[in-house]
C-alpha cells in the first residue's frame, strides 16, 4: 500500500480515495435499485478511476448530457415516476456517479463530498439494522478521511492517521449526538421514517389455514416477537400464543367465522384462577392486523398509535394493518374457563361440516362416538365428561396409528382429511389440528381451530423469549357443558417434542452437508458457538428496542426515570462521581506532553519554587532571572540560574543571550541539576 501511494501523486491518491467512499456508499443501494442502475454507475466509477490512473482528461459536457437524459429517462420508464422514494434515490444515485465525472474545481469536489453525506443517510430508508449502522459509521469515517485529504496544504498525513483523525472528529460529535436523541422530542413512527423492509414477506399468521400454509411458514427463522416477562415465565408446554380462531371449514380451507364489522368481545363468561403474568410483547412488523398474546390475556391491550379491538373468540386485532415495529403490555392468566356455562343450542355454528366431503372420516367419528358415550342418542350433545373422552379416543389413533410429523406432507386432494388420516400419515400441525376438529364436529362435539405461535427461545443473556415464524403453530378447542372450551393439541400426541421444546427437537436433523457439529454447537445454549449466538441476538434486540424503538411513550418513560434517579442523593452522589471522572478526564487530556524545550523550562520554574522564588503568571524569563539574583545562594549558583534562563530566552523566543540559538538542549540539561 505505501510503495503503491509512492508511485502516485497527490491528487491521484486523493481521488481514489474519494471513489472508493463514493463506492461504499453507494453499494448498499445495489440491492433493490434496478440491474441498469447498479450496472451505469459501477462503469461511471470504474471509468472515473481508469481516468485518475492514466491521467486523463475529463469526458466533455456534450457527451456527459445526453448521458444524463437517457438516465433520467431510464428511471422513470423503471418508476414510471421521477418522484418519490425509489425514484429519487435512483436518480441521486446517478446524480452522485454522473458528478465523480464533472470534478474540475474544488467547489465540485465539495459538491461531491456532501452529496455523499446525503446519499449516505437515504441508506436507512430500507434498513435500519445495527450492521447497516456499523457499515455507514465505517462509510462516513472513510468519507471523513477524503474530505480532509484535500484540505491539507503540506504535507499529508499517512493514510492511518488520516483515518484515525477522521474517526475522533466523529466521535467529537458523538455526545452531542447522543443528547439530542435522547432528548430532543420524537414523533411516533420508526427512526427515519417507515423502512423498506416492513411490508417484507414477514407478514406472520394469516386468517386462513389450508394444508401445508404452517409449514411454509415454520421454516423461516424471521423474528415473529419478543416478550419480556415481569412475573415468572410459565413452563414452555403452557406458552401458547393466540392469534386467530378459525371455525369455517369448506372441505380444504378453515377461515373465520364471519362476523359483523367491528364486533368486541361479548359477555362470554370468563373464570380464571390465580395470579396474572405481566409480561411485554415487542411485536415485529407484519402488514396484517393480528395481534399475539399469551393464553388467556385481556381483557383489553393498548397499543400506541391503533386502535385494538377483540372479539368473544378471545382474539386481539387492530383497525390498520401494523406497519411498524410495536410493543405493548399484556396480563394472561394460564389457568382459566371460558362459557362454561353457555347454552349447547349456542354452540351450533362450531359443529358445522361442509356436505359431501371426507366419507371416510366421518363413518370414523361414528364408530368413535360409542366408544367414549354409549348411552348418548347419535345426535344429542355430549357432557364434559363424555366430550373430553371422545377427544381422548382422536388422540390415542394419532398416538398408535402411525402417523408421523413432518414439514414436507405429501399432496391432498378433494378429501383431504381422508387422504391424511387414511393415506399419507404424515403431517405438520395445521393437518392434525384440522383433523381434529373434523373428528370432533362429526361426532358433535363444538370443536374449533386455533392459530398463533407456541413456545419460543429464552435468552439467558437479556432474559428476552424470542419466538420465530418457525414456532407458527395451529391447535385446537372443544367445548363441553360446564367445563367450556378446553384447548387441546393434536401435535403433542405425535410429537410431544415439538410442544416441550421446539420445532427443532420434534424433526430428524438435517446432514448439513458435512457441517452437522456445526450445527449442533449452534443449537446448543452451553457451546461457544451458542452463546455467541446469544449474545448477538441479545446485543440486535437492545438496538431494536433502545434505538429504533424509542418512541415518545419510551422516552417519555426514559426521562421520568432519569429524572426520578437523580432526585434520589445516592443517584445524585453517583452523578457528581460521574462528573468528576469526566473532568479528570478532561483535564488529563488538557494536560498533553509538552515539548522538550519547555519540560525543562518547568522543570527549573518547580525547583525554583520550593526556594519561595515561584515564577510569576507575567514573568519573562529575563525578568524572572533579574529577580532570582536577589536570593540567596552560592555565585556558583546563581550563575548557573542566570545563563539557563538567558539560554532558554534565546532558544525560545530568539533573543541575544550570552549563548548562541543554535545551542543545544544537552546545556540546559546539564545547568539543571546546578540550580536546585
Known amino acids: ?58 469526458p466533455p459536457l456534450w457527451l456527459l448530457l445526453p448521458v444524463s437524459l437517457a438516465a433520467m429517462a431510464g428511471v422513470y420508464r423503471s418508476y414510471h ?39 449516505l443517510l437515504t441508506n436507512f430508508f430500507y434498513a435500519q439494522t445495527m450492521l447497516t449502522a456499523l457499515c455507514m459509521g465505517a462509510t462516513l469515517i472513510v468519507l471523513l478521511t477524503a474530505q480532509q485529504s484535500f484540505q491539507y ?26 443528547l439530542m436523541f435522547v432528548g430532543f422530542p420524537r414523533i411516533q413512527g420508526p427512526l427515519w421514517g417507515l423502512p423498506g423492509d416492513a411490508h417484507s414477506g414477514h407478514t406472520g399468521i394469516s386468517d386462513s389455514m389450508a394444508p401445508g ?13 419478543r416478550v419480556r416477562f415481569l412475573d415468572p415465565m410459565p413452563p414452555q408446554g403452557q406458552l401458547y400464543w393466540r392469534s386467530i380462531v378459525l371455525g369455517d371449514y369448506d372441505g380444504r380451507t378453515w377461515t373465520r367465522v364471519p362476523r359483523r364489522r367491528g364486533l368486541q368481545r361479548l359477555d362470554v363468561g370468563i373464570a380464571t384462577r390465580g395470579q396474572p403474568l405481566r409480561h411485554e410483547i415487542t411485536m415485529e412488523a407484519t402488514n396484517t392486523r393480528w395481534l399475539a398474546a399469551l393464553e388467556l390475556s385481556g381483557p383489553t391491550l393498548s397499543l400506541p398509535g391503533y386502535r385494538v379491538h377483540d372479539s368473544d373468540e378471545l382474539e386481539f386485532f387492530t383497525s390498520e394493518p401494523v406497519t411498524q415495529r410495536v410493543r405493548y403490555e399484556a396480563s394472561a392468566w394460564t389457568d382459566f374457563r371460558v362459557q362454561a356455562d353457555e347454552q349447547p343450542q349456542r354452540m351450533l355454528r362450531w359443529t358445522e361440516l361442509p356436505s359431501g366431503f371426507n366419507p371416510r372420516t366421518l363413518a370414523l367419528a361414528r364408530a368413535l362416538r360409542p366408544a367414549a358415550a354409549p348411552n348418548a342418542a347419535a345426535d344429542a350433545p355430549l357432557s364434559a365428561r363424555e366430550a373430553a373422552g371422545a377427544a381422548l379416543q382422536v388422540m390415542q389413533r394419532f398416538h398408535d396409528g402411525g402417523y408421523a410429523y413432518t414439514l414436507q406432507p405429501p399432496l391432498l386432494g378433494r378429501d383431504a382429511v381422508d387422504d391424511f388420516l387414511f393415506g399419507s400419515k404424515a403431517g405438520f400441525c395445521e393437518h392434525y389440528a384440522g383433523a381434529f376438529v373434523v373428528l370432533m364436529r362429526a361426532m358433535n362435539v363444538p370443536a374449533r381451530v386455533v392459530t398463533g405461535y407456541q413456545g419460543g427461545e429464552l435468552n439467558p443473556v437479556d432474559g428476552y423469549l424470542t419466538v420465530r415464524q418457525s414456532d407458527a403453530h395451529a391447535w385446537a378447542e372443544f367445548w363441553a357443558p360446564g367445563a367450556g372450551w378446553r384447548r387441546i393439541d393434536p401435535t403433542a ?31 446448543d445454549p452451553d457451546s461457544w458457538l451458542g452463546k455467541l449466538r446469544f449474545n448477538y441476538a441479545a446485543l ?33 452522589l453517583g452523578a457528581a462521581l460521574v462528573c468528576a471522572l469526566l473532568y479528570g478526564l478532561y483535564w488529563r487530556r488538557q494536560q498533553r506532553p509538552l515539548a522538550p524545550l519547555d519540560g525543562l523550562y518547568h522543570r527549573f520554574c518547580r525547583q525554583q519554587a520550593r526556594h519561595g522564588y515561584a515564577r510569576r503568571p507575567d514573568e519573562g524569563p529575563l525578568s524572572y532571572a533579574a529577580r532570582l539574583r ?46 536546585r
Open 1 to 58: 500500500m505505501n510503495a503503491l501511494a509512492l508511485r502516485l501523486t497527490r491528487d491521484k491518491s486523493d481521488t481514489l480515495l474519494l471513489l472508493a467512499a463514493a463506492l461504499m456508499v453507494l453499494a448498499p443501494h445495489f440491492a433493490h435499485l434496478p440491474p441498469w442502475i447498479s450496472a451505469v454507475v459501477c462503469a461511471t466509477l470504474l471509468w472515473r478511476a481508469a481516468l485518475t490512473w492514466r491521467g486523463k482528461r475529463m
Open 81 to 119: 415516476t421521477l418522484l418519490g422514494r425509489d425514484a429519487g434515490v435512483a436518480m441521486l444515485a446517478l446524480l452522485l456517479a454522473f458528478k465523480l465525472l464533472e470534478m474540475r474545481a474544488k467547489r465540485d469536489l465539495f459538491v461531491v463530498i456532501f452529496l455523499s453525506f446525503f446519499v
Open 153 to 178: 496544504t503540506g504535507a499529508v498525513p499517512p493514510l492511518r492517521r488520516r483515518l484515525r483523525t477522521a474517526a475522533s472528529t466523529a466521535l467529537l460529535a458523538a455526545p452531542l449526538a447522543l
Open 213 to 225: 400454509s404452517l409449514s411454509s411458514l415454520a421454516q423461516s427463522e424471521a423474528v415473529a416477537f
Open 493 to 523: 400426541a405425535v410429537a410431544p417434542e415439538r410442544i416441550a421444546h421446539n420445532l427443532a427437537q420434534a424433526l430428524p436433523q438435517p446432514s448439513g452437508f458435512g457441517f452437522g457439529p456445526l450445527l449442533n454447537l449452534r443449537n
Open 540 to 572: 440486535n434486540n437492545a438496538w431494536n428496542q433502545w434505538v429504533l424503538d424509542y418512541n415518545p411513550e419510551r422516552q417519555r418513560g426514559f426521562l421520568e426515570e432519569l429524572s426520578s434517579a437523580f432526585a434520589n442523593w445516592r443517584s445524585a
Open 630 to 675: 536577589t536570593m540567596q545562594a552560592s555565585p556558583a549558583k546563581l550563575a548557573a540560574m542566570e545563563k539557563f534562563l538567558t539560554l532558554y530566552g534565546a532558544l525560545k523566543y530568539g533573543v541575544a543571550g550570552s549563548e548562541p540559538r543554535s545551542a543545544s538542549l544537552t546545556t540546559l540539561k546539564t545547568l539543571l541539576p546546578l540550580c
